[in-house]
């Protein structure tokens, strides 16, 4: 409900009508533990109407075709690029350490047990 209701308000901004109503589909949803009611299936389907574009790509899933996503020009979606570079960046960095610490660490020679060879 959430993911539709910032969909909403970037496809339609934040003081449409149905960015609203998501708004408060959204709060009744997240106090159901206290009062309860929950949201109607059909209240949602007829907010998830008003889209006309596809997905965000911040907030597709990672297996999604990129022809199903759309990439807005929206302060959003510019800082979910700049993260995602820099946590790519950040993981391949580690690897290479990983990887560079592994091979070290695993063909470390140990002079005691190169003390302790046998000569005939």
Aim: with cysteine.
């Amino acid at each position: 409900m959430s993911h539709l209701h910032l969909r909403l308000a970037l496809e339609l901004g934040v003081e449409d009508p149905a960015t609203e109503q998501a708004a408060y589909l959204c709060s009744v949803q997240v106090d159901f533990a206290k009062h309860g009611r929950c949201i109607k299936v059909d209240a949602m389907d007829n907010l998830k109407k008003k889209l006309k574009n596809p997905k965000p790509k911040f907030l597709a899933d990672e297996d999604v075709d990129d022809a199903d996503v759309y990439s807005p020009d929206h302060i959003i979606q510019k800082l979910y690029d700049a993260a995602d570079k820099k946590i790519k960046g950040l993981f391949e960095d580690c690897m290479k350490v990983e990887h560079t610490n592994s091979i070290l660490h695993a063909y470390e020679f140990n002079q005691h047990i190169i003390s302790l060879r046998v000569t005939n």
